[in-house]
């Protein structure tokens, strides 16, 4: 069946330095991968979306690329803001149905 | 962007009483969600809706939960009878068409069953 792994629970860093937030899957399809953001009380937004041609999407200065080989779609940034500091969910789409599935989602916490 | 709305934002009510959630998705889209997320907790898929059928649910969606969306108004959740696990908060969502473009989330109907 579809799953999505996000191993990293809580991620805190310091302004200024890289992002990295992890995200494998698996999937019977080729599927589709997301990226979705949520701030504190608000509603979980998409950040960036798998490309077919495998392009790699870019949005708000983080980018991510799908990795096929490794099951992958990590989520990096090279310079953290204090306004990133969000919960950060990984979705995958199978065209074999019609459901989105969400990791269990990682906590940034960018600190001055 | 393209608004889902939510109402309520808040409801409190005692365990047993019957409780809708109302959403207003995005206007030309025909998908829709309601996911469940408790406190401090990942994002859950309850159920998503097409041209007026279930199509899939979850084992998160009880018996006592049912959604409709009655010609083109609101796509609801109804808790009958709710119960103390049912707290969270409900997010619904829409999609134009099948899970290759994005969902558009609400901003939750947080629910408290006292």
């Known amino acids: 069946g579809d799953s999505v792994t996000q191993t990293e629970g809580l991620v805190t860093l310091t302004e200024g330095l890289p992002v990295m937030l992890n995200c494998t899957y698996q999937?019977?399809?080729?599927?589709?991968l997301f990226w979705y953001v949520q701030h504190l009380n608000e509603a979980p937004k998409l950040l960036l979306k798998?490309?077919?041609?495998?392009k790699r999407p870019e949005h708000q200065g983080f980018h991510a690329t799908l990795h096929k080989s490794s099951s992958s779609f990590h989520l990096q940034k090279s310079s953290a803001q204090l306004s990133d500091s969000a919960l950060y969910y990984c979705?995958?789409?199978?065209?074999?149905?019609?459901?989105?599935?969400f990791g269990d989602g990682t906590q940034l916490v960018v600190k001055p | 962007g393209p608004k889902v709305l939510q109402i309520p934002s808040h409801q409190i009510i005692d365990m047993g009483q019957m409780v809708t959630l109302n959403c207003d998705p995005v206007?030309?889209?025909?998908?829709f969600y309601w996911y469940k997320q408790i406190l401090g907790q990942q994002m859950e898929f309850l159920v998503n809706?097409?041209?007026?059928?279930?199509?899939?649910k979850s084992k998160l969606f009880k018996d006592q939960f049912s959604v409709e969306r009655p010609d083109g108004s609101y796509f609801t959740l109804k808790i009958q009878p709710t119960a103390l696990e049912d707290s969270a908060v409900y997010f619904c969502?829409?999609?134009?068409?099948?899970?290759?473009?994005?969902?558009?989330f609400g901003e939750g109907s947080k629910l408290t069953v006292l």
């Open positions: 979705a995958l789409s199978d065209p074999g149905n019609n459901r989105i599935f």
């Open positions: 969502a829409s999609s134009w068409g099948r899970i290759t473009g994005q969902l558009y």
């Open positions: 798998s490309f077919t041609d495998n």
């Open positions: 999937s019977t399809y080729s599927p589709f």
């Open positions: 809706f097409y041209n007026g059928k279930v199509m899939e």
């Open positions: 206007s030309n889209h025909l998908y």
